[in-house]
């Protein structure tokens, strides 16, 4: 091989690492069969789909689906509802993991440390259904214990369930209940990946515990908390399908109806793929538009983003 | 080495190619094909089962069954005929008949039917077959309910009947109020709990029950009658008297069984013959001695009584797909499967060995009737509908409790309601909504009776259910009803 060249080229790169290249193909291609072929699949959102025509020859209506679920009356609502729940969610939820987080780190027996872990990630693998059946039973106004508690206090009985002023509450703090520990996970990692030194060096310059916190343990894992921001952000939409599913009920769906279960019922039996694509898309490119959005505000205000 | 991978890539790449070209039994001439039956969802193994191995003793047919999934299962169903799938036999829901038929997915059988189906064409009803009909063509086998009953009424435990000295069951609306009043009174159970919107043997009492009904040649959908509102507002006073369960909004069968059986409840509305053994035992559990007592449908203030009548008209149809390959083999082995004798052998079994004659009646015999014919009756398909009728309750029988349960339910035959629609063809526009109307219903019902203060008005409510496909399926229906008329 007499030619040599320019290191700069694509063909230059290409043959230095030709074998990395080579087993790139296998995830390049599997990526684009699963990921990417599918999108176009999206069509059927501008189509009055029919399974037994397919695709290619099923009849376009142009926006008449986006335009059914803009102009249907529970509409405003449910979208209310969606971007309510899920904003009380992001509020109250998202800095808990960071705090607890920050809390076990300061542990210093390890043993109650890990005990406590434990116990805080149990939740995450109960299923919604099951944590609904639960709740159900706590907060039963026969014979549950909150309420018998609340009556023995001298309290009025409260159908939580039941009650729409207290069912948002209700979803943030089951929701809460069943995440919350296992969200701490990424949080410790980036705690646990923090340079000893810095500490030690805090230390010798006097700084106390909380000093500690605020100084060296918050600024170092910013970065994680922005990225897990920005991610979540993107799931905004997502105020909590299968789990509002599980535990409302008629009396509720004015204040806990949201696009998931909107779908989920209106489009119930009725094999409805085109609605349901077009709600899909009209929820992927909100949600697209929220990631790019919070990730060029982070860019200028913490010049840390995800890319 | 390196010619030993090779091979054996080359094996893998066939094995796979392979799985793609099925070998379809075409079978020599004389020798029947394997068949390929796909049912409604069940939790069972059908190709283990019993009647399976009878079936294809008694036909000679092998065939390979196939059960549709309990979630998605129209979605999977059409999938499978949109791919062309090579299935024989499908036996489905009416809705579900009317859809693939009218997409063109189904084998116009009255050809097959006059050359190999005579014995189908006998033992099923002219009515069933006139509901068959799509257009004037059969594309499906109706499979008619066995038998209407009444499967529903309110329980009550025969201790707390006695502890209130109470010696005969409420028979009017006014005297089971009192009764609910009392108990409110003078214990701290609550006095009626139950899951639905709709409880029979109350509604009943103005008049309501089918959600269709035909009132003066008109089809007529329940929230259009008068009754209804009126049923709405008696629950009214009975939530805000705190006669209900307030937790009924969220109740489900489990939840309320256990509130009953554990004493919280006095009342169960609900209450269904199916579940009568498992919940005699749990309450004998509690309440030793102790058995459930009904309160069948009620009389009102203007002395109507009712119940719903269920179990009239078509429940599946049984069709054969275009893209069978075995068209003419499918419809003799269906016809060869409803000759009596051999009827009879699926439904119930061996005189002596799955069933024998008591008192006059025919009694199962456990565990063998159990055991090998629980399932018989997904693999039907066509009932030799007047044979059936008597063979259906034998599986009421299968428990001493249960049939008993069953058979005193049925004093409100008399007065049931019954569906006139479960006879019409499934239209396509009220299939379209029926689903959502009904959920649409049974919400605001929900709703406006244990939140008064929140829910719109029966006007507010009326208006938008006739909007979002009320209307629409009336009209459908009124449609057919009249072209129906004139048939005649």
């Known amino acids: 091989m007499g030619t040599s060249y320019d290191q700069n080229t694509w063909r230059y790169h290409f043959k230095k690492h030709r074998s990395l290249y080579l087993m790139l193909i296998p995830g390049v291609v599997l990526l684009f069969i699963f990921n990417y072929l599918p999108m176009f699949g999206t069509v059927i959102a501008f189509q009055d789909f029919n399974i037994f025509q397919g695709v290619l020859k099923s009849e376009f209506v142009g926006l008449d689906n986006f335009r059914r679920l803009f102009t249907s009356p529970d509409f405003m609502l449910v979208f209310k509802n969606t971007v309510i729940i899920s904003f009380l969610k992001l509020v109250f939820i998202f800095p808990l993991p960071i705090m607890i987080a920050i809390l076990l780190n300061e542990i210093r027996l390890q043993k109650f440390k890990k005990t406590v872990q434990t116990i805080i990630y149990l939740p995450h693998f109960i299923s919604w259904v099951i944590v609904a059946g639960l709740f159900i039973n706590l907060l039963s106004v026969n014979g549950g214990i909150i309420n018998n508690i609340l009556q023995t206090l001298g309290h009025e009985p409260i159908p939580f369930f039941l009650s729409k002023p207290h069912f948002r509450s209700l979803l943030v703090f089951t929701e809460g209940w069943k995440t919350v520990g296992w969200g701490t996970i990424v949080y410790l990692a980036a705690i646990v990946s923090i340079d000893q030194e810095q500490y030690e060096g805090a230390r010798i310059d006097g700084a106390n515990k909380l000093q500690e916190i605020i100084y060296i343990t918050i600024p170092n894992i910013a970065p994680t908390i922005i990225l897990m921001f920005i991610l979540r952000l993107g799931t905004l939409l997502e105020a909590g399908t299968e789990q509002i599913l599980v535990m409302y009920n008629p009396l509720v769906y004015e204040v806990s109806d949201v696009i998931g279960t909107y779908v989920y019922r209106i489009g119930l039996g009725a094999s409805d793929y085109s609605f349901s694509t077009a709600v899909g898309l009209f929820n992927s490119v909100v949600s697209f538009s929220l990631v790019l959005f919070t990730n060029w505000l982070s860019k200028r205000l913490f010049d840390s983003s995800i890319w | ?488």
């Open chain 2, 1 to 488: 080495m390196n010619k030993k991978i090779w091979v054996a890539l080359l094996v893998m790449l066939l094995m796979i190619t392979g799985c793609g070209q099925k070998t379809t039994d075409k079978g020599e001439k004389g020798e029947k094909p394997v068949l390929r039956q796909l049912g409604f969802p069940r939790n069972f193994d059908p190709n283990g089962d019993p009647v399976a191995k009878v079936i294809e003793d008694a036909t000679g047919y092998k065939v390979e069954y196939e059960i549709l999934p309990m979630e998605n299962a129209t979605d999977k169903l059409n999938l499978m005929m949109a791919n062309k799938e090579k299935i024989d036999i499908i036996k489905v829901r009416p809705e579900q008949y009317h859809k693939l038929a009218s997409e063109g997915a189904l084998e116009p059988l009255d050809d097959l039917l006059k050359e190999y189906g005579k014995t189908l064409l006998e033992v099923n009803t002219d009515e069933a077959w006139k509901a068959a009909k799509i257009d004037g063509v059969t594309y499906g086998i109706p499979e008619q309910a066995s038998r209407p009953f009444v499967s529903s009424a309110i329980a009550v435990r025969t201790g707390l009947l006695e502890e209130m000295g109470i010696d005969s069951m409420p028979e009017t609306l006014e005297e089971f109020y009192a009764l609910l009043v009392r108990i409110k009174k003078e214990t701290d159970m609550i006095p009626l709990t139950g899951a639905t919107a709709i409880v029979d043997e109350i509604s009943g009492a103005f008049g309501v029950n089918s959600e269709w009904t035909i009132e003066d040649g008109k089809v007529k959908h329940i929230v259009e009658r008068e009754g209804l509102q009126e049923y709405i507002e008696f629950m009214q006073k009975l939530s805000e008297e705190g006669l209900l369960d307030p937790e009924w909004p969220i109740n489900d069968v489990p939840k309320i069984q256990e509130k009953f059986t554990s004493g919280k409840a006095a009342f169960m509305a609900n209450y269904n013959w199916g579940f009568a053994g498992a919940m005699t035992e749990a309450l004998q559990s509690n309440f030793p001695n102790e058995e459930i007592e009904m309160v069948m449908g009620l009389k009102g203030p203007k002395g109507l009584q009712g119940a719903f009548l269920q179990s009239t008209g078509v429940n599946f149809y049984i069709a054969i797909p275009k893209a069978s390959d075995h068209k003419e083999e499918a419809m003799k082995f269906m016809d060869a499967k409803v000759q009596p004798e051999l009827f009879k052998n699926l439904s119930i079994g061996e005189k002596g060995v799955h069933w024998e004659e008591k008192d006059g009646k025919m009694q199962p015999i456990l565990p063998a009737f159990t055991d090998e014919r629980n399932n018989a009756d997904w693999f039907n398909t066509s009932t030799d509908y007047n044979a059936y009728r008597e063979y259906w309750l034998l599986r009421t029988r299968k428990e001493h409790i249960l049939g008993e349960t069953f058979d005193k339910m049925q004093v409100q035959v008399d007065y049931a309601e019954e569906n006139p629609l479960a006879m019409a063809p499934p239209l396509e526009v009220p299939s379209k909504y029926a689903q959502k109307l009904k959920t649409m219903m049974d919400d605001y019902i929900i709703n406006a009776i244990f939140d008064k203060g929140s829910a719109p008005s029966y006007e507010e409510f009326l208006k938008r259910f006739m909007a979002e496909g009320g209307q629409e399926s009336i009209d459908a229906y009124n449609e057919w009803y009249q072209e129906y008329l004139k048939q005649d």
